[in-house]
DNA sequence: TCAGTTTTGTTAGAAGATATCACAATTTTT
DNA sequence: AAAAATTGTGATATCTTCTAACAAAACTGA
C-alpha cells in the first residue's frame, strides 16, 4: 500500500473546510456577501463559534475563498459550453458561451456579484480570479479568431489609440501576435456588452421594462460574430 | 408676514435628517454600503445611539433613502452634460453624456454600484430610482433620434424579437412612436455597453489589463453615433 | 508503549452592530 | 397654563467578528 498524498488529518480538514464553504455559498445564494455568517456556519455545523477561525483566519478570507472558487467555476462552465458546441463551429460556439456567462449569472446572481463588487483593499489580490477571467479571455480570443477570415495581422493592424492600448495589453498578456486589433478589440467587446445586460438585468432593470434581456444578448453576440466574419481589409 | 410653508420643527428636522445623510455618505464613499453604521453617525452627531431612529425607521430605510437621492444625483449630472454641450450638435451631446456617465461613477464608485448592486426585497421599489432612470433613457432617446438622419418610422420597423421588445417597451412607457425601433436599440445599448465598461472598469479588470478604459467608451459611442447617423435602409 | 508536539476544539469575553422599550425633556398646539 | 406631539435618553436583548486561555484529541518519534 503506498504511501498517500493526503494524511488522515489533511483529509478530514478538507471536508470541514468544504463543508464550511458550502454553508457560506448558501448564505450567498440566500441573501449576498453580506449573509455571510462564520458564527452561524459553526453552529449549524455543531460546533461553537469561535472554532470555525481555525480554518479561516477572517470573514474576508472565506469571502475571498468564496470568490476565487466562483471565478473558477464560472470559468469552468463557460468552456464546458464552449466544448459541447465544438462541432458547430466557432460562432455558435461564441454564442454559447455567451449564454453560458448570462445563466451562470441569472443562476447565481449573488455570487456573480460578488466578485464583480467595488474591488476593496481587503481582497485585492485574487490572482486566482484574474487568471480564471484571463482564461476565459483566451476562450473569446480563440473563438473569435477562428471566425475572421483572413488574421492577416498586417492589413488589420489599427492606429488608434484603442489599438495601441490593446497591443501594449496584448504583449503584457504574452497573447501571441497571431492575434489580429480586431480580434482583441471584439474579445473585449464581446465581455463589456454581455457584462453590462447582465449586470443590468440582475438589478431588474429589464424587468422594469419588460424585455427579454436574452433577445439583447443574442443581438449583440450576432453584432460582433458579423463583424469578425465580414472581412476586415 | 407669511406664514412659512414648513415650520420650524420640519425645518430643524431636515436639517438634522441631511447631516445624517451626509455623515452616511461619507461613510459609503469610505468603505462601501456595508461601512454604513447608525450608530457611528448618531454619536457622531451628538447624539446617544437610538435617538436616529426618530429619523429613519432601519438601516435599510437610511440605504434605500441613499439610493434614491444617489440615482436623481446622477442623472442630474447627464443631463448637465448634456446641456453643457448643446450647442455642439446632438453627437457631441451623447458623448458628454456617456462620459459623464462613467466619471459619475469613477468619482463615487460605492455608490454607483449600491443602486446597481442585486435587487433584495428589502428595497426592490424603488420608485424614485425607476423615474430617475427613465429620465436618462428619455434624454438618450431625445440625442440618438437627433442624431438620425430620417426618423421614418415605416422605414426603420423592425421585424425581429428583439424590435417587438423595444416596440412593447415604448408603448409600455408611452414614449411617442416617433422613435424609431432602431434609436429604442441604440438607446438601450448606449446604457448596457457603458455599464458594462464602466462595471469592470470598477471592478479592477481593465487596472490589470493596464487598459485606459476610457478609449473603450469613446469607442463604443463613436460606433453607436456612426450606427445612428448611417441612413437606415 | 509512551512522552511530546501539533492540531482542533471549548468557554469566556471584548467591542460593536441593529433595534426595542420605557421614560424624560422639549416644543408645539390648544 | 394644560394637553399633546416630538425628540431625546439610558437600559437591554440579540446579533456579529474576533482574541485569549485552556482542554482534549490525534498524530509523531524514540
Known sequence: MEEPVLTRREITRNRTLDEIRQHAEEQVKAGGVEAISLNAIAKSMGMSGPAIYRYFASRDELVADLIARGYLQLARSLGEASESHVDEGPDRQLAAVARAYREWALANPHRFSMFYAVRSESHADLEAAIAASQGS??????????????????????????????????????????????????????????????????????????????????????????IAGSRPA
Do not use: N
Not at 146 to 157: F, W, Y
Not at 163 to 171: G, Q, S, T
Not at 176 to 185: E, F, H, Q
Not at 190 to 197: F, P, Q, S
Open 137 to 226: 479571455m483566451d476562450l473569446l480570443l480563440d473563438l473569435l479568431s477562428r471566425i475572421t477570415p483572413g488574421t492577416d495581422p498586417d492589413t488589420t493592424s489599427g492606429t488608434g489609440e484603442l489599438d495601441d492600448a490593446l497591443e501594449h495589453w496584448r504583449v503584457l498578456r504574452d497573447v501571441p501576435d497571431t492575434y489580429s486589433p480586431l480580434v482583441l478589440r471584439l474579445a473585449l467587446l464581446t465581455w463589456t456588452r454581455l457584462h453590462g445586460i447582465v449586470t443590468l438585468e440582475l438589478a431588474g432593470v429589464f424587468e422594469d421594462m419588460e424585455i427579454d434581456a436574452g433577445l439583447l444578448c443574442d443581438a449583440e453576440i450576432q453584432t460582433i460574430v458579423e
